[in-house]
């Protein structure tokens, strides 16, 4: 990393010769790096190894340089922070008043019990606060659990804390492409069987402000029952919604909780974490019946 916290990545022209005959030629290649300065030698060998090449011959670089630039994942770059175990801040802060979907109201705070009052039930010099919230569910970061979708499926209380808490963790990093829709192909190259899968979008950079409520990033239909299919622990997006909400269907909504993999929305700070090597945390409330509540979601970098 640099001194802004910043990641490397390695950009250059390279031609493989194999030794069974033909070729491959890559342009304008990106690679994440393990430093701030690769030789030709070490990015040839990133090349093979993130590509999986076999029966290689000869690797030769050219017009290699160095961009500052957060890791998007690639194999044989080490992931995850220097120095220990660290915990990354994943979830917004809950403040009177605030919207966090359009139309829905924010949530009201207030006091049961103020200090003031409060002095005259406690002996001298002692006093506490017991405070009031009236909100909507869905609201901050949350996390969706079946019974949202599904009358009669699991809620809050028969979510089993495996499913959201303590899990291994990946990152799928699309933000700045200038695509709304999240598609197969973008997950298509992470082994995502028993994860959480966090969609890194960058739409959270407009959260408290009027854009975020309008042209939302989200994942498509395709892409959820890709990652229903293939046995994701948890899904999350640092977006609005993980469906588009000009789709009244719902489909990664439907596909996702159908299969009963809780949805996490509403996000923040992804591009915090590395591509892989974390553990994810999101834990909501256990209340009976109710599919969707406030999370405090946080990954631990080891």
């Known amino acids: 990393m640099n001194t802004d916290g910043q990641g490397w990545r390695v950009e250059f022209d ?4 194999f ?23 070490t990015t040839a060998e990133l090349l093979v ?3 999986g090449l076999l029966m290689v011959g000869s ?11 957060a890791h998007k994942g690639s194999r044989g770059v080490p992931t995850g922070a220097a120095g220990g175990p660290r915990l990354v801040e994943l979830s917004h802060r809950v403040e009177h008043g605030m919207a966090t979907l359009p139309g829905v109201p924010g949530p009201e705070i207030g006091d049961y019990l103020t200090r003031e009052a409060s002095r005259e039930v406690y002996g001298p010099g002692t006093e506490f606060h017991i405070g009031t919230i009236s909100m909507v569910a869905n609201t901050g970061t949350y996390v969706d659990s079946p ?19 303590d899990l291994d963790g990946i990152v799928v990093r699309v933000a700045g492409d200038g695509l709304r829709a999240v598609d197969k192909a973008a997950l298509l190259p992470f082994d995502v069987a028993g ?27 395709d892409a959820a029952a890709w990652l229903a299919e293939q046995g994701a622990a948890l899904v999350g997006i640092d977006s609005l ?26 996000l923040r700070g992804l591009e915090q974490l590395p591509p892989s090597g974390f553990r994810f945390h999101a834990a909501p409330v256990p209340v009976v019946g109710l599919g969707t509540f406030p999370v405090r979601a946080y990954a631990v970098l080891d």
Do not use: K, Q
Request: aromatic share 6%.
């Open 147 to 165: 019974a949202h979708r599904y009358d009669g499926r699991a809620d809050l209380a028969g979510l089993p804390l495996s499913s959201v808490a």
């Open 49 to 51: 190894r993130h590509l």
């Open 241 to 266: 919604n993980i469906d588009s909400t000009d789709d009244p269907l719902r489909p990664a909504h439907t596909a996702l909780l159908g299969a009963g993999i809780p949805v996490a929305e509403h």
């Open 14 to 17: 390279a031609e493989v010769e």
């Open 195 to 221: 994860r959480a899968v966090l969609i890194h979008t960058g739409w959270d950079a407009h959260w408290r402000t009027p854009a975020y409520f309008e042209g939302h990033p989200y994942l498509t239909a």
């Open 59 to 69: 690797v030769r670089v050219s017009n290699r340089r160095m961009i500052a630039e």
């Open 19 to 41: 030794r069974n005959g033909g070729s491959l030629r890559v342009e304008g290649f990106r690679l994440d790096s393990p430093r701030p300065e690769l030789d030709d030698e």
